[in-house]
């Protein structure tokens, strides 16, 4: 008898990596790219840690989320079982939960305001760890969007520098869901390039082959590698609540 693995849900997910990974080569050689300048981040919030044991096994080692209570939840134990993983938060953080986050995080995505740029600070004084910091544009001027307006980056990006002390290690967007991505992506690139920031936080499963085209080093790709999210706000035991 052949051994039909665990179950269907989890044997899709390494094809789904496996296609990304694919389409990721083709969008690196078509821009004369090096494979290794981009970094897959693989999204894996609202998924549980059966889901993403497998697309560890099959060779993915960055991961990202959008919140610090589900990471924590679900990461320790993955991350002590799989040494080597690298964890990105993609999703707004709040200032109550720098010092959680710094512990967690190899990278930050949502550098965005004043305050958490004070609480980093301030974390980073105490603790030894160094996650890489973005600073989050809200390129499409979005009221409902986190991030800094295009008008106010060089202003915001030199604060982080000069006031806090922080190292800025580049740039994410994300584009306003109805348009082009394509002018976001450039818009984001000519100002990280202006303040010398070498990384770019750019493109989802639906557009990371344009962002790679523009200059993408960190691609945030989440349904395409782990399938649809259930369209609900993950459930209470996702984000690490446990009854008492
Ligand atoms: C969920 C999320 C992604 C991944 O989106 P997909 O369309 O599933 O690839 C990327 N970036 C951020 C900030 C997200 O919240």
């Known amino acids: 008898m052949t051994n039909e693995g665990p179950s269907q849900l989890t044997e899709h997910l390494p094809t789904g990596l496996a296609a990304v990974e694919e389409a990721v080569a083709r969008a690196c050689r078509e821009a004369r790219r090096d494979r290794a300048s981009v970094t897959l981040v693989a999204v894996s919030k609202t998924f549980d840690a059966d889901a993403i044991e497998p697309v560890i096994k099959a060779g993915q080692c960055v991961f990202g989320e959008n919140r610090v209570q589900e990471a924590k939840a679900k990461w320790p134990g993955l991350m002590s079982a799989y040494p080597g993983l690298s ?3 993609i999703g707004p953080l709040q200032s109550n939960k720098t010092k959680e986050a710094v512990a967690l995080f190899d990278a930050i995505h949502s550098v965005d305001r004043a305050s958490l740029c004070e609480a980093l600070a301030k974390e980073f004084r105490i603790q030894a760890r160094r996650p890489q910091l973005f ?8 009221p409902q969007k986190a991030g800094i307006a295009p008008t106010d980056a060089d202003s915001f990006i030199a604060g982080c520098r ?20 394509a002018p976001h992506f450039a818009l984001t690139a000519k100002i990280a390039a202006r303040n010398g920031l070498e990384n770019l936080s750019m493109g989802m499963s639906a557009d990371f082959a344009i962002a790679i085209q523009m200059g993408a080093t960190h691609i945030r790709v989440g349904s395409a590698i782990f399938g649809h999210r259930a369209n609900l706000s993950p459930a209470p035991s996702a984000r690490g609540w446990r009854p008492s």
Do not use: F, R
């Open 162 to 181: 000069e006031k806090y002390g922080l190292p800025i290690s580049g740039l994410m967007c994300i584009p306003p869901v109805d348009d082009a991505p």
């Open 135 to 142: 600073v989050q544009l809200n390129t499409g001027e979005e």
């Open 87 to 89: 964890l990105h938060l």
